[in-house]
């Protein structure tokens, strides 16, 4: 997504139902860490880290158990605008502001290659299942894929409009690429050839956010017109429309067994809804706007990133 809103410091969240203060739902436990807002967040693999890029041009790693801060990379390039952990949880690739793109060990912090393309800002990136591509979207209207050992440019796909590629996603199986766009419509791409292969037109204005459910069989968008929507892959049509944020909708990520859907917005709400009904499961107000939400690996917790923090949730209950 576009790092449209900012964030900064780390929160985790003891299990059991978090207190309300002020009519929001409170954090137990909060720590300090990036000193700027706070744009992309992701668990690894194994769920005992989470990772954070930020304004303050770095990347940091957390235990998840402890909230202890492991690691911290400076990314530079203006702002950390977006990042992916690699599917082995040994590396992260983050895209910043000046349009640099970068891979990094998660464990020593090394610059393992620089990918080298975009011309404006990397709004989103991602790995594919078997993490040997990155796929990317930016300001300068393209989403391109690369190799993610070296970094060598594979494909670079137009969409033959002149909007940000704002976010994107490959398919569990590594075949086709998702992207929404600033157009208001999404794009399936073949992530081989880079042809296109079907469009998904139907939200009222830009599309923040894309996510594959984990059979493939399912995508899901958030958008500025307030809602999420879900789409059928092989038919191009909208399945379910989730509504209930009260403003633009900037985040989405499905639950690793897909049943449930996590979203953030702008109306300073992360909702949790059943991903077959549409139906709203859960709602948690926070004290800020939200800018990225992941699943952890268990399905049981959610991260997500808004103002100046980063909180992590059991869902559960």
């Known amino acids: 997504m576009t790092a449209a809103l900012r964030t900064g410091l780390l929160v985790l969240v003891a299990s059991g139902p978090a207190p309300r203060a002020g009519g929001r739902?409170?954090?137990?436990?909060?720590l300090a860490g990036h000193e700027k807002w706070v744009t992309a967040v992701?668990?690894?693999p194994d769920g005992k880290r989470v990772v954070s890029g930020g304004e303050d041009e770095t990347v940091r790693v957390w235990d998840a158990a402890t909230g202890t801060e492991?690691?911290?990379i400076r990314a530079g390039g203006k702002g950390v605008t977006c990042l992916a952990v690699g599917p082995d949880g040994k590396a992260v690739a983050a895209g910043c502001w000046d349009?640099?793109?970068k891979v990094y060990d998660l464990t020593s912090g090394k610059e393992l290659c620089s990918l080298k393309g975009h011309k404006e800002n990397v709004a989103a990136v991602c790995f594919d299942p078997a993490g040997g591509r990155i796929a990317s979207g930016g300001g300068d209207d393209t989403l391109r894929v690369w190799d993610a050992r070296t970094g060598k440019p594979l494909l670079t796909l137009d969409s033959g409009n002149e909007y940000d590629v704002t976010s994107v996603a490959f398919s569990p199986d590594g075949r086709r690429l998702v992207s929404g766009d600033g157009d208001n419509a999404l794009t399936l791409w073949d992530a081989a050839t880079g042809d296109s292969l079907r469009v998904f037109d139907g939200h009222?204005?830009?599309v923040t956010a894309v996510a594959f459910s984990p059979d493939g069989a399912k995508v899901a968008s958030a958008s500025r017109d307030d809602t999420l929507r879900v789409w059928g892959v092989e038919s191009g049509k909208t399945l379910l429309t989730l509504k209930g944020h009260a403003a633009d909708v900037t985040?989405?990520?499905f639950a690793p067994d897909g049943k449930r859907i996590v979203s953030g917005g702008e109306d300073e709400a992360v909702r949790v809804w059943d991903a077959a009904t549409g139906d709203g499961l859960r709602t948690l107000r926070l004290r800020g706007g939200v800018s990225a939400v992941a699943f952890a690996p268990d399905g049981k917790r959610v991260?997500?990133?808004?103002?100046?923090?980063?909180?992590?949730?059991?869902?559960t209950k």
């Not at 991260?303 to 869902?315: I, L, N, Q, S, Y």
């Open 25 to 30: 739902d409170a954090p137990a436990v909060a």
């Open 99 to 101: 349009g640099s793109l």
């Open 204 to 206: 009222d204005a830009v």
């Open 251 to 253: 985040a989405v990520a």
């Open 42 to 44: 992701a668990f690894t």
């Open 303 to 315: 991260v997500a990133a808004r103002g100046k923090t980063v909180e992590v949730w059991d869902v």
């Open 70 to 72: 492991s690691l911290s």
